[in-house]
């Protein structure tokens, strides 16, 4: 944590998201570049990618990369954060490594995009490490800050590519791997075919299937899975 008193920021219990539980498929390159960048001395990277493309779990992983060799890290989500805890980006350069996910969601708001400009230029200073995401191209996000724009746009820019029936059966496969769950193929398939467009979507069928099965002291069949989800 910073030692600067200024620090306001509402903190959420970082996920234990590693690189190794990433299903890269087309977006390996992405996981190539953030390790690159640990390994460096300073630098940015700007990842771009729809919901449930896994920004969030790359920016996690790479600050639990980080701790694990002993470095400072921070991660921080923009989306649900009042305009007030802009000041808490205040001190944020001791870290050895920023993650800041969603910063496309504080567009137009001067307050954010001063403190972040900032924040950028002491980073630099410092020689820390920014991580940024974005659902959307830098140049299409209203950035009322031009120098924000420049400065974001010094570093590597990164998309995440969408991931097909395999790559999205792999997710199910790590995420039940890392539950301890046996996740039958039928049951991976089925929830491929009802979900198939939407990561997050099908993560949430897969926990209330996963749910249903806690409940009744069950496997996780087909059957189950067809009941647990004839609702939704």
């Known amino acids: 944590m910073p030692s600067n008193p200024q620090i306001l920021l509402p903190l959420e219990g970082r996920r234990p998201d590693r690189f190794e539980d990433f299903a890269g498929g087309p977006n390996q390159h992405v996981v190539l570049a953030l390790q690159e960048l640990l390994q460096g001395s300073g630098g940015c990277l700007l990842i771009r990618g729809p919901e449930g493309s896994g920004k969030s779990h790359l920016l996690n992983a790479a600050c639990n990369h980080a701790q694990s060799r002993g470095q400072r890290a921070f991660y921080i989500a923009l989306g649900r954060l009042p305009e007030e805890a802009a000041d808490g980006l205040a001190g944020l350069e001791e870290m050895d490594l920023v993650c800041i996910d969603d910063i ?45 724009v420049s400065r974001l746009s010094w570093g ?77």
């Open 104 to 148: 496309d969601r504080v567009a137009a708001s001067l307050k954010w995009e001063h403190a972040l400009f900032h924040l950028f230029n002491r980073l630099h200073d410092c020689h820390g490490r920014l991580v940024a995401s974005s659902s959307r191209p830098l140049s299409s996000v209203p950035f009322q800050l031009p120098d924000l």
């Open 156 to 232: 590597l820019r990164l998309q995440l590519e969408p991931l097909d029936d395999n790559g999205k059966l792999e997710v199910l496969r790590r995420k039940a791997g890392a539950l301890g769950i046996d996740l039958p193929a039928d049951v991976a398939q089925y929830l491929i075919n009802r979900k198939a467009r939407n990561i997050v979507s099908l993560l949430d069928s897969f926990e209330t299937v996963r749910l249903a099965a806690l409940t009744a002291k069950r496997k996780i069949t087909l059957p189950l899975a067809r009941d647990a989800l004839a609702d939704s």
